[in-house]
């Protein structure tokens, strides 16, 4: 073959690899640098001794990385090998009030006890207070700038068809305002000297851990709002009402335990929020949000007034356990002094008032019972929004903050 300029050209990245591959096995020389060292007394270790060296991982997160899924099984920290009914906050009992009187050994007296009925009578609202409550729902329910895609609307006897979604205020916000606009005017309603002792908490997480008929039964249930006070809730007089004259209701052929979900991942163990060492440490009335989107019936039907109020008395009993486990003991039974709670739950528009005392903690006890005080509910507004453009509250019912002011002042 003929040498040409073609034949002698070189490939310049061919030739890059072959310098590189040669340029790799050159045997470094030695500099003396270790033998200067090993005489001065300073050890050189081998580099792949260190490179190899198994150093602890440090947990880091980037911002806006995804955290990886957690895994539902054997590998969860919280697994247990024996399965608990948990009730939630997005659960009600299947039978309503009287699944929770069975389950929590409970009488219900259908009105307030009956001092603060009486403080109801006395109460009055002056004028200017109740005219600012009502701009005060106004500016909760209407003058919120917030605006998120509300909850889905059905029509009944229309179920498949899809309405057009709306944009306004959600209706946590709703609750939330609507609530703390209470306990502001209440403030101002109830003076200095109440007010330094109270105080508010929001997300107040209670864990109650029970044992019904040789069965696991765990409250994992929240409060959206707590008023905490200095002083407990003076306890009500057991000879007055006679609960053990009333028969609690019984299931049978169900279970107490009936539509509440099993689940292997559970917490079990007691937590109340707040440290026993806090001066305001005792629970005084929980303030609980309950939206058509807070809770669902395992059999996808609609949520029943019934089923509203037995949530109120499992969420007042689980403050009131978890309170009295914090002060006498995990394994407490009869109480030395009875716990009483205040509950109001509410969707913005309705309030429902209730008081919970609890005796024992012995759900299967025959010679105490707890006893549970309720209201019927009260309707703030008939409507209020915006009509022809112009913002509307019709029919204010101010009996609402009368209740209020009392139950915060109690």
């Known amino acids: 073959m003929r040498l040409t300029n073609t034949l002698l050209r070189q490939h310049i990245g061919f030739y890059f690899k072959k310098h590189w591959l040669q340029q790799g096995k050159r045997v470094p020389n030695s500099t003396g640098a270790e033998e200067e060292l090993v005489a001065r007394g300073i050890i050189a270790r081998d580099p792949s001794e260190v490179v190899k060296e198994n150093l602890p991982r440090e947990e880091f997160r980037i911002p806006g990385m995804v955290p990886p899924p957690v895994a539902y099984d054997e590998t969860h920290p919280l697994w247990q090998a024996e399965p608990a009914f948990v009730y939630g906050d997005t659960n009600v ?46 500016s909760a329910l209407v003058f919120d700038t917030e605006q998120v895609k509300t909850a889905i609307q059905k029509v009944p006897d229309r179920p498949a068809y899809k309405l057009p979604r709306t944009y306004g205020i959600s209706e946590g916000r709703r609750n939330q305002l609507i609530l703390s606009k209470f ?86 163990r007691n937590d109340y929020p707040i440290s026993r060492n806090y001066k305001h440490s005792h629970p005084h009335t929980i303030l609980i949000h309950c939206s058509p989107s807070d809770v669902k019936n395992a059999t996808e039907l609609p949520v029943s007034r019934d089923q509203i109020e037995g949530r109120t008395m499992v969420k007042a009993f689980a403050a009131a356990a978890a309170r009295a486990r914090q002060l006498y003991g995990e394994d407490v039974k009869a109480l030395p002094n009875p716990i009483t709670v205040q509950a109001v739950q509410t969707d913005s528009k309705t309030f429902h008032f209730s008081v919970y005392q609890l005796n024992t903690l012995d759900l299967s006890s025959s010679t105490d019972r707890n006893m549970w005080f309720r209201k019927a509910p009260l309707e703030l507004y008939s409507q209020c929004g915006y009509v022809v453009g112009k913002p509307t509250l019709d029919d204010y019912n101010k009996d609402v903050l009368r209740h209020f002011a009392v139950f915060y002042s109690n």
């Open 93 to 138: 009992l299947l039978e309503g009030v009287r699944q929770a009187q069975s389950l929590l050994n409970t009488v219900v007296f259908d009105d307030l006890p009956l001092k603060m009925e009486e403080k109801l009578d006395q109460t009055k609202i002056a004028t200017p207070l109740d005219r600012s409550m009502q701009q005060a729902v106004l």
């Open 183 to 268: 306990v502001t005017h209440c403030d101002r309603f109830a003076g200095r000297s109440v007010n330094a002792n109270r105080k508010v908490v929001f997300n107040a997480r209670f864990l109650v851990p029970l044992v019904k008929e040789g069965e696991r039964v765990l409250l994992n249930l929240k409060a959206e709002s707590m008023i905490i006070s200095h002083d407990p809730l003076k306890p009500l007089d057991t000879a007055v009402y006679r609960p053990m004259d009333q028969e609690v209701p019984s299931l049978f052929p169900l279970k107490e335990t009936v539509s509440i979900p099993v689940q292997n991942i559970y917490d079990w």
